[in-house]
């Protein structure tokens, strides 16, 4: 996929080891969360809510903090519990301005997402690395991993083997 993706004109940015802490805003709706994350080169907060199953389907109010384990001490203290921890791997490249990411989570096959500012964009990215709609899924990660037999808010901890 990398050769795929630089041949298509893309430029490889970088890769990092993220790993985060995911909170239940309410344990009854799957559908938001709160959403602490270490890139390595920073820490974000964020909420996400997924609203529809479609390219556009996700959104995401985020936040630069100064410290992941602060951060995750600070929620604590407002009565928020980590319901999980979670590790992956994220290899970045740009793309006529789209971000093309290859995600590897422990027990699922790496991924690529697609991510622009237009459906459009997201659309033009794929048949430029030879995929058509069809071949595109707008799934987010809980819904990959229930694809491969795993229901991802039922693990504690995500960790790649030592």
């Known amino acids: 996929m990398e050769q795929t993706i630089v041949m298509a ?11 985060r802490y995911v909170y239940d805003l309410d344990s009854a709706d799957q559908s938001r ?6 890139t ?16 556009d389907g996700t959104r995401e109010t985020e936040t630069i903090v100064g410290d992941f384990e602060t951060t995750n001490q600070l929620l604590g ?17 740009l793309m006529q301005g789209v971000r093309l990411e290859i995600d590897q989570w422990p027990l699922i096959p790496p991924y690529l997402e697609i991510e622009a500012d237009t459906e459009a964009d997201v659309l033009n990215a794929a048949a430029l690395l030879g995929y058509t709609p069809e071949d595109l899924t707008a799934e987010n990660t809980i819904k990959i991993y229930r694809r491969y037999g795993h229901e991802l808010n039922d693990l504690p901890e995500l960790r790649f083997p030592q």
């Open 9 to 19: 004109g893309g430029e490889k940015q970088g890769e990092k080891f993220m790993r």
């Open 33 to 38: 969360w709160i959403r602490l994350r270490d």
């Open 40 to 55: 390595g080169t920073q820490v974000t907060l964020a909420v996400k809510e997924i609203e529809a199953d479609t390219i």
């Open 77 to 93: 203290r407002l009565g928020f519990t980590p319901k999980s921890y979670q590790e992956n791997r994220r290899t970045s490249f």
